[in-house]
Every structure is written in C-alpha cells, then in structure tokens.
C-alpha cells in the first residue's frame, strides 16, 4: 500500500497554516493553533484516528479565533483530500458513539466525494477558554468540505460544554479511522460507480 500522507501549507492575509499528516501514523503529534482549547480538540482528533499530524497555524487572534479555526479546518482537509488518494481499498463508511461524562456523542463519515455537514449539537456552545464554542461547526463544515466527505456530527445529550466537545471530536476521530481503514485490497474502490473523491 502506498503511504497516505499529505504536505499543506496555506497562507492567506489572515492566516499562515501548515499541516504535515499520515493517515497511518504512529499517533506522533505537534500541534500549534495558538488556542489553547482548540489545541485540545485536534489533539483529541489525531490520536483517536490515529494519524500522526504535524500542525501549526499562525493567525489574526487579534480579531478573534474564527479565521484560524476556520483555515485550521480547510487546510486539514485538504490535507485528508491529499493522503487519501483514490480512495482505493477503504472501507469507506465509519460510525462512533463517544462519552465523556454526562455528555454522549455519535458521529458518521462517508468517504463519498459529496461534502456534506450536518451538525446537531444538544446544548449552546459558548465558549471554554480562549475557544469561542460557535467555531467548533465552522472547524467541522471547513473539514466535510475540503475533505469531500459527509459528515454528521451529533451531541445527543450533555451539560458541560468541554465535554460536548471532546466527545463530538472524539467521537469524529473514531469514526474517520473506520472509514478510513484499508478491508479491500489495493484492487476495490468502494463505490458502484467504480470511483470516489
């Protein structure tokens, strides 16, 4: 099997974003957003799929956090887009249930080349430290898209807007290594139209 690896590096007035991923990494990560929380969750997201992610982004945090989180979410899934390839031998679908506490989240990913986000989260998401808790949707649609896969990411229940989070990106992470997962050979391309991406 050919590595799954990708180089991004996006630089815009706003924001200047380099991502280094391995779809099958060794859980080996740097990650730089200048968020703190924001740090958080993408760690949370590399080491539940299990991807070894290089990360830094440099960005106007002056004005606030979303054309970072935002880029954050463009370049990581370009970066998906790239290491995928073809798509060829993956499973191509993954599904995940995740708690954290009191909150419980399910996420499912479709590897389909038809970006789509659908996004159902049970409590306002306001903010947890320098994380402005709205940004979170705006991370996941930049990802669906640029990665060109569907999406739907649900908080079913919780109280406690941290654990919302962790376990909606938790609960991604799980399903992304599912879907990404190789159970067809390098031959089968999972899709009756012989094609996907």
Same mark, same amino acid.
Do not use: W
């Given at each position: 099997m050919m590595a799954r690896t990708a180089h991004v590096e996006r630089s815009?007035?706003?924001t200047r974003i380099t991502v280094a991923l391995n779809i099958d990494g060794a859980n080996d990560s740097s990650i730089d957003s200048g968020i703190g929380?924001? =740090?958080h969750l993408l760690d949370a997201l590399q080491r539940h799929a299990g991807f070894d992610l290089q990360l830094k982004a440099e960005g106007d945090l002056h004005v606030d956090g979303h054309h970072?989180?935002?880029? !954050?979410?463009?370049a990581l899934g370009t970066a998906l887009l790239e290491a995928i390839g073809d798509a060829r031998? !993956? *499973? +191509?679908?993954?599904?995940?249930?995740?708690?954290? =506490?009191?909150?419980? *989240?399910r996420a499912v990913v479709d590897i389909s080349g038809r970006p789509f986000l659908h996004y159902d989260c049970a409590i306002p998401l306001? +903010?947890?430290g320098d994380f402005d808790g709205e940004l979170f949707a705006e991370f996941l649609r930049a990802l669906a898209m640029n990665a060109r896969m569907a999406l739907h990411v649900e908080l079913l229940y919780g109280a406690n807007q941290h654990h919302a989070m962790e376990a909606m990106m938790k609960a991604t992470a799980r399903a992304l290594k599912m879907a990404l997962a190789i159970d067809g050979g390098e031959r089968e391309i999972p899709s009756t139209?012989? !094609?996907l991406i």
């Open positions: 815009t007035k706003e929380f924001f =740090d970072t989180v935002e880029d !954050v979410g463009i031998g !993956v *499973a +191509r679908f993954g599904h995940a249930y995740c708690p954290m =506490d009191e909150s419980l *989240a306001v +903010r947890v139209k012989g !094609v």
